[in-house]
């Protein structure tokens, strides 16, 4: 008896974690424009420039279609990777995108990518060692690499880092918090330039970054990425709901 009593206190004290708990933002999500609707791939387009299409000797850029309104990445042959980037370029503005990868390849989402992939980008390193939501200088100067944990060797298991912006969510609550295999929320955010970069999951904010100098054109494409290297033909990434606001 006197067990359950104190273990009753004890769950009185140390509540268990749900997802009310989460330090969630709310958004005024008017104004955002769809530009994947799940229906067609118009107004996105293969880059074979970037430097993981060299196993295709920039012939291609993986391989990219349209399966249950999602757009899906793999390697086209082993090694051989590339970005799907919109036509369209962007200066100033949020997206918000949904994302069910497997756990294995390497991928990214790019803001103001150009053809060869040089741009800030929303870390999606969903593998072993890998991060999410980490920001990353892809072909630019300066060193960038922010992020404030690594998966250890499964999805549901993370591990905290230093870092400027501390991770909102504890090792602990992590398998709560992402939901492997099914559709999860990735939001960016880039403003001016030299640009101040935010990004969240799942509406929790993760990182935060703002450039100490101009070193990339004022606009670029939004874009997605399957990872050059090892043979990821038979894993794949998945995005969907790709909407954008932008601003001057």
């Not at 118009?42 to 430097?51: D, M």
């Not at 390497?106 to 060869?116: A, H, Y």
């Not at 990004?199 to 670029?220: L, Q, S």
Request: negative net charge.
């Amino acid at each position: 008896m006197r067990c359950i009593c104190f273990l009753a206190i004890i769950s009185l004290i140390i509540p268990s974690i749900n997802a009310a708990d989460f330090p969630r933002e709310k958004f005024d999500d008017a104004g955002f424009e769809t530009i994947f609707d799940g229906k067609s791939l118009k107004g996105w387009h293969v880059s074979t420039q970037t430097g993981h299409s060299g196993a295709s000797m920039h012939t291609s850029g993986g391989k990219w279609r349209l399966e249950d309104g999602a757009i899906v990445g793999s390697q086209d042959i082993p090694g051989n990777g590339g970005i799907i980037l919109t036509d369209r370029l962007l200066g100033n503005f949020e997206v918000i995108v949904e994302m069910r990868n497997d756990y294995g390849p390497d991928s990214g989402l790019f803001l103001r990518s150009n053809e060869r992939g040089q741009a800030y980008q929303y870390m999606v390193d969903y593998h072993n060692d890998g991060n999410l939501a980490g920001i990353y200088g892809e072909g630019l100067s300066g060193g960038i690499n922010y992020k404030n944990f690594d998966f250890l060797d499964a999805v549901t298991k993370i591990k905290t880092r230093d870092s400027v912006i501390p991770c909102p969510i504890q090792p602990a609550d992590w398998p709560e918090f992402w939901k492997d295999g099914e559709w999860n929320e990735l939001r960016a955010r880039i403003d001016s330039n030299p640009p101040k970069i935010t990004t969240w999951i799942n509406r929790v904010r993760f990182m935060e970054f703002t450039d100490t100098e101009k070193r990339h054109p004022d606009t670029g494409s939004i874009a997605l990425q399957v990872h050059g290297g090892g043979d990821y033909t038979k894993q794949f990434v998945r995005y969907r709901n790709v909407r954008v606001k932008e601003w001057k």
